[in-house]
C-alpha cells in the first residue's frame, strides 16, 4: 500500500507546523502551568482549516482525508500536546456527525464547529463507572411526545465545559445490552446540563476533562445522530478513527522529545566528550528513533486503508497501541538523556512525558486494544 503523503496533505502538514511553532510552541510551558483552556488558539486552528481536516467542503471542513490529518496531528502533538487534544476530539466529532447525521442535522452543527463558532466538540461516552466497558452505561433518554429526555452523568469529557456540541450516548432501550444505545448532539448550553467536577490531571493542563450531569436535558427528535439501537456500532466506529489521531499525537509528543534529547546529547559534555557519544546514551536514541519511525508507518498505514474505505480497525488499534506504548519510552529515554536537568520545569521533557501517559489511556487503552487486535486475528482465520 502507498501511502506517501500527496503535495496537498504536504500542505496541510506545514500549515500545521507554521501554526504549531507560532501559536503553540511559545505557549506551552506557560499552559502548563497556568491550566488556561486555549480558546484563542482553536479559533485561529479552525480558521486554517484544522478542526475539520477531513470534513467535507460542503460542510465547511477541509476535505483532506485522513493521512492529511494524521500529520496535521503530528505537529500539533509536537507544539502543544494540550491543545492537540481538544483539536484531535473535536475533528472526531465534526466528522462523525458529517458522516452519519440527516442533511439537515449535519448543516445545523458541522460548520459550526469546524469553524470555531462553537469552540469545540465533544464526545460524551464514558461514565463514572464505565469506561472500557461502555456499553454498561448507565445514562438513559427517555422518548417523551416528539422530544428525549436525558439524564444521567459523563465522566472524563474533553472539553465538556467549553464545547458547544456534545455527542451523548444514552440507553433508549433498557435491557438491550449494546443494541439499546442511541447517540444525540447536545448542546453545550442545553437547560439541565451542567459541569459538576473538572479533573486535576498529572498532564495536559491545558486540556479541560468535565464530569458533566445531565438532568432531564431535553433534545428533538431530529437530534438522533445514530438511529435507536444503533448508537453503540457509531461510537465504536467513531474511536476506531480517533485511534489514528491519538496515535498521531503521541508520534508528536514523542517527536518533539526526542528532538530535545539529541540536542541535549550532543551538547552536554562528560568525560571529555558529549554523551550522545557515549554509546549507553547512542543506543537509547537510535532505538528511538526507530520506534518513531515505524510508528509513524503504522499509523499512516492505518490512515491509507481509512481513506481508502478499507477495514481499517486492526490497523488502527495496532497504530495506537504501538505508537503510544513507544511514545511513553520515548519521552522517559529523552527525561533519562537529560540527566537531573530532565526532572525539572527548565526542559520541556518532563511535560511532554506528563502529557503523553494519558495517550495509553484514552479512546481505549493499550489492554483494550489488544483486545481488539486479538479478536480481529480470530476473526481472520
Ligand atoms: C485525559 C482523559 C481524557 C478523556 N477524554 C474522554 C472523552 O472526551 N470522552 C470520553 O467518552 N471518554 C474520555 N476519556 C475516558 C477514557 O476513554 C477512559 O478512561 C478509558 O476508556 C478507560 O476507562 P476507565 O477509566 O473507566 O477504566 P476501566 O475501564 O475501569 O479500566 C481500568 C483498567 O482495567 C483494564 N481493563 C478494563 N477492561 C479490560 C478487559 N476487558 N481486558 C483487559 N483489561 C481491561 C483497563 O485497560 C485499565 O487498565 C478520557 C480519559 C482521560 C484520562
Redesign the pocket.
Known amino acids: 500500500m502507498d501511502f506517501t503523503p500527496t503535495e496537498e496533505q504536504l500542505l496541510v502538514q506545514r500549515t500545521a507546523r507554521d501554526a504549531a511553532e507560532r501559536l503553540l510552541l511559545p505557549k506551552a510551558a506557560a499552559r502548563d502551568v497556568s491550566g488556561e483552556f486555549p480558546v484563542a488558539e482553536l479559533k485561529e486552528l479552525a480558521a486554517l482549516g484544522l478542526l475539520g481536516v477531513a470534513v467535507p467542503e460542503e460542510l465547511g471542513g477541509s476535505g483532506m482525508g485522513t493521512i492529511a490529518y494524521s500529520l496535521a496531528m503530528m505537529e500539533l502533538g509536537r507544539g502543544d500536546a494540550s491543545v492537540s487534544?481538544a483539536v484531535s476530539?473535536t475533528n472526531m466529532v465534526a466528522e462523525l456527525i458529517a458522516a452519519n447525521a440527516t442533511p439537515e442535522l449535519a448543516k445545523q452543527w458541522v460548520p459550526r464547529i469546524v469553524s470555531g463558532e462553537l469552540i469545540a466538540g465533544?464526545?460524551?461516552?464514558?461514565e463514572p463507572e464505565?469506561?472500557?466497558?461502555a456499553a454498561a452505561m448507565r445514562t438513559t433518554a427517555v422518548k417523551s411526545g416528539s422530544t428525549w429526555r436525558i439524564s444521567g452523568s459523563?465522566?472524563?469529557?474533553?472539553s465538556g465545559d467549553h464545547a458547544g456540541a456534545i455527542i451523548v450516548w444514552a440507553v433508549t432501550e433498557p435491557g438491550a445490552g449494546h443494541k439499546g444505545i442511541t447517540a444525540f448532539v447536545v448542546p453545550g448550553n442545553a437547560k439541565g446540563l451542567t459541569v459538576a467536577r473538572l479533573e486535576e490531571?498529572m498532564g495536559?493542563h491545558g486540556?479541560s476533562?468535565a464530569q458533566l450531569v445531565l438532568e432531564e436535558v431535553e433534545v428533538g427528535e431530529d437530534q438522533i445522530l445514530a438511529q435507536p439501537g444503533g448508537g453503540f456500532a457509531l461510537a465504536m466506529m467513531a474511536l476506531d478513527g480517533g485511534r489514528i489521531g491519538i496515535a498521531s499525537q503521541a508520534i508528536g509528543i514523542a517527536r518533539g522529545a526526542l528532538e530535545a534529547a539529541v540536542r541535549y546529547a550532543g551538547e552536554r559534555q562528560t568525560f571529555g566528550q558529549a554523551i550522545i557519544k557515549h554509546q549507553a546514551i547512542g543506543n537509547m536514541l537510535a532505538d528511538a528513533a526507530t520506534w518513531l519511525d515505524a510508528a509513524t508507518l503504522m499509523t499512516l498505514r492505518a490512515a491509507a486503508t481509512k481513506d481508502a474505505k478499507q477495514p481499517f480497525s486492526q490497523h488502527a488499534a495496532m497504530a495506537k497501541l504501538f505508537a503510544t506504548e513507544r511514545a511513553w519510552q520515548i519521552c522517559d529515554i529523552a527525561l533519562q538523556v537529560h540527566g537531573g536537568y530532565g526532572y525539572v520545569r527548565d526542559f520541556p521533557v518532563e511535560r511532554m512525558l506528563r502529557d503523553v501517559r494519558?495517550a495509553r489511556?484514552?479512546?481505549?487503552?493499550?489492554?483494550?486494544q489488544r483486545?481488539v487486535i486479538a479478536r480481529n486475528l480470530l476473526r481472520a482465520q
Open positions: 487534544v476530539v465533544a464526545f460524551g461516552l464514558s464505565t469506561g472500557s466497558d459523563k465522566q472524563w469529557i474533553t490531571k495536559l486540556s476533562t494519558a489511556i484514552y479512546e481505549g487503552t493499550s489492554e483494550i483486545l
